[in-house]
């Protein structure tokens, strides 16, 4: 459980974004519009409320900033020392201070500038005042500007610091550079840490996740330590130090036998002595790493006795220090030492709690009762046989050697392909019991019952010879297919009963007249009813002389009759105004035929009786055949536009303007100084 998030804290702006973004709210929260004309109470509420509702906004953004924000007295000791080291402990409270201190100034400004309001006697004034009370509002928050900044960046910092939990179980590694800390790290958690062949390639604490035990374990990696004076270690050397004198953990300290990191035995054996106050009252773990360059067999004797005296009080060592050799690079001994390094924490832990007086009080409240044995019979538990040979050849396993083990591997894999490989031989799956329902068979011969049934035998399915009835089964299906077959094609074909039978002319006739109905029904669907036209189009478009001559024979006339029928309607329709209508040249003009002026105005006259008929405007509904279409199709389009009306969908003839200045944007009076504030 992490005790601290510091990704939580808002992020901090700078003094002119913090000016603007309160003015900017204060202009859309608070009422715009106010007159001289307004009564003088209504003029003072209305500046006063400005001034109380800005002064509100800095006071509630900058208490979230101080709460956000940890205070170095009321967290842990490690995170207070750590951020004394990142960042410095007073310009840290200093930069807090002075925003706790401009959260008390501007409080008192709103207070006095709300009490010279009450008492202002115009518009002008008024406005002034508010003007002088916000505006030295604003200028506390530009002297604010650095520390704002400086803030910013301790937030930015704060947010990439790892989560460390100092109450959990917790493994710290140290050490010189590049002695392997952070091999052994990705080695026995999750973590990805970064390996180079160079010192101070890790400049930060990592954090990573092991399992042992079902628990989970944190285990923290240092930067590399140096051996000199505590003032003049570095930042990067003062966070391997602060996490070794904070957190109660088990401390692991790397030593490098080959001298590869750049320092001696020697040297190394002397940081530990310079850092050993900090392994106070914590269990101590010595890894000797890189034991596949030189084993400790191989070591100077001085050499190997500098770190045997690590262990031993009377030497200068510390007691209780276990020594355990790894190798991060063949990973030898890793699990070893991890295992010691969580016992040794566990077991510490495991101290520390019996000692509390806590524990002691429900100490004395358990009573634990040890059961007597009733004869002396002796009942030893009952272990399975399975259950001793897998332990014993699991211990076998153990005394194996690594080449040993891996020749015992390869030949268990061996001798299971070819297992395998017999069963799919006998044609069955490897994995899967095949033959658990074969055991269930019933047959004549108790021997039959694994043979495999082929498919196909002398040239027939087999499966076909399973049933001795399933030939009479096939005829009745079939059977009971014709017969929905038959069915469903008297049923088509229309009958009205199976004693009712035709023969196959009437059949024909009977065909020709579904077909003409099917057309028929088609043309009405397709016809003049959907797709009205105007009268004189259709009458144009279908009807002539000789469709009607046709018409009059279909109805029973004779041709004879017919034809004298279609002369005199051809005669009744021929124009009569068409007679005379071409005149002579010589009485195209009335003045030159010789007519007397009261002649020609009357011919005038006459002319223009004959002339042409102005157009009658067309009507809704004109151009439909009777008033039945006409309502049909109005019906149509009331449906139709009635769906998209209660969609609320744009039809084509919307003018639609858009809201391109939203008005508690654009909104309220403007002066003629700057607008880019609102």
């Not at 050397?237 to 990191?261: K, P």
């Not at 360059?293 to 001085?302: A, G």
Request: glycine share 4%; with cysteine.
């Amino acid at each position: 459980m992490v005790l601290y998030n510091f990704k939580k804290i808002q992020v901090v702006p700078t003094a002119k974004d913090f000016i603007d973004i309160v003015l900017s709210k204060t202009q859309r929260k608070t009422p715009t519009e106010i007159h001289k004309s307004y009564p003088i109470s209504r003029i003072r509420a209305f500046y006063m409320r400005k001034v109380r509702y800005t002064q509100q906004n800095y006071h509630d953004k900058l208490t979230q900033m101080i709460t956000d924000f940890p205070l170095l007295d009321d967290i842990h000791p490690f995170y207070a020392d750590l951020i004394n080291i990142l960042y410095d402990r007073d310009h840290y409270k200093l930069a807090l201070g002075q925003i706790n201190n401009a959260r008390h100034l501007i409080d008192n400004l709103a207070k006095d500038y709300v009490r010279l309001l009450k008492y202002g006697d115009s518009l002008y004034r008024c406005k002034q005042l508010k003007r002088a009370g916000m505006g030295r509002m604003c200028t506390l928050m530009k002297r604010l500007g650095p520390s704002l900044e400086y803030l910013e960046q301790v937030r930015q910092h704060l947010a990439r610091l790892p989560s460390i939990d100092p109450t959990t179980r917790t493994v710290i590694v140290c050490g010189y550079p590049n002695v392997g800390k952070s091999s052994f790290m990705n080695k026995v958690t999750r973590a990805n840490v970064d390996v180079q062949p160079y010192a101070f390639t890790t400049k930060s604490l990592f954090v990573g996740h092991t399992d042992y035990k079902y628990m989970t374990w944190q285990v923290i990696d240092t930067p590399g330590i140096l051996d000199h004076p505590i003032e003049e270690r570095n930042t990067i050397e003062m966070l391997s130090i602060t996490a070794l004198a904070h957190l109660q953990a088990c401390i692991l300290f790397v030593v490098d036998l080959s001298e590869q990191c750049g320092y001696t035995i020697k040297q190394q054996i002397s940081l530990f002595h310079s850092i050993k106050p900090l392994f106070a009252g914590k269990p101590l773990i010595v890894a000797i790493n890189k034991i596949d360059v030189i084993r400790p067999e191989s070591l100077d004797p001085e050499s190997w006795a500098l770190i045997q005296n690590l262990a031993e009080p009377s030497n200068g060592g510390v007691g209780g220090v276990q020594i355990v050799p790894m190798s991060t690079l063949t990973e030898e001994g890793v699990a070893g030492v991890k295992q010691v390094a969580c016992d040794a924490l566990l077991e510490a832990r495991v101290e520390k709690k019996l000692k509390q007086s806590r524990l002691t009080n429900s100490l004395n409240r358990i009573q634990v009762t040890m059961p007597t044995p009733r004869d002396e019979r002796v009942r030893a538990p009952t272990i399975p046989a399975s259950v001793m040979e897998a332990k014993a050849r699991k211990s076998n396993e153990q005394e194996l050697t690594k080449e040993e083990r891996a020749a015992r591997q390869f030949e268990e894999a061996y001798a299971q392909q070819e297992s395998d490989d017999s069963m799919w031989a006998r044609g069955e799956v490897p994995g899967m019991n095949s033959t658990a329902w074969q055991e269930k068979y019933q047959l004549k011969n108790a021997d039959w019952k694994y043979d495999i049934i082929p498919q196909f035998l002398d040239g027939h399915n087999v499966f076909d010879f399973v049933d001795p009835d399933i030939d009479a089964m096939l005829d009745d299906l079939e059977r009971e297919e014709d017969a929905r077959m038959d069915a469903l094609e008297k049923e088509k074909e229309g009958r009205v009963s199976d004693d009712e039978e035709l023969d196959e002319e009437e059949m024909k006739i009977l065909k020709a007249i579904r077909k003409k109905k099917q057309a028929m029904r088609v043309e009405d669907t397709l016809g003049s009813a959907n797709n009205p036209l105007p009268r004189s189009i259709a009458t144009r478009q279908t009807r002539n002389f000789d469709t009607l001559q046709a018409h009059l024979e279909d109805r029973g006339f004779d041709k004879d009759q017919a034809e004298e029928t279609v002369e005199k309607i051809r005669e009744r329709s021929k124009s009569r105004s068409r007679v005379g209508r071409k005149r002579e040249r010589s009485s195209s003009r009335p003045e030159e035929s010789g007519m007397t002026e009261q002649q020609v105005k009357k011919f005038r006259q006459a002319e223009r009786s004959r002339s042409r008929a102005t157009s009658l405007t067309p009507t809704a509904g004109s151009g439909m055949k009777d008033l039945s279409s006409v309502l049909k199709a109005k019906r149509k389009a009331d449906k139709i536009f009635r769906t998209r009306n209660l969609d609320g969908k744009k039809g084509e003839g919307d003018n639609v303007k858009l809201n391109m200045m939203p008005k508690h944007l654009f909104s309220g009076k403007r002066g003629i100084g700057k607008t880019d504030r609102r």
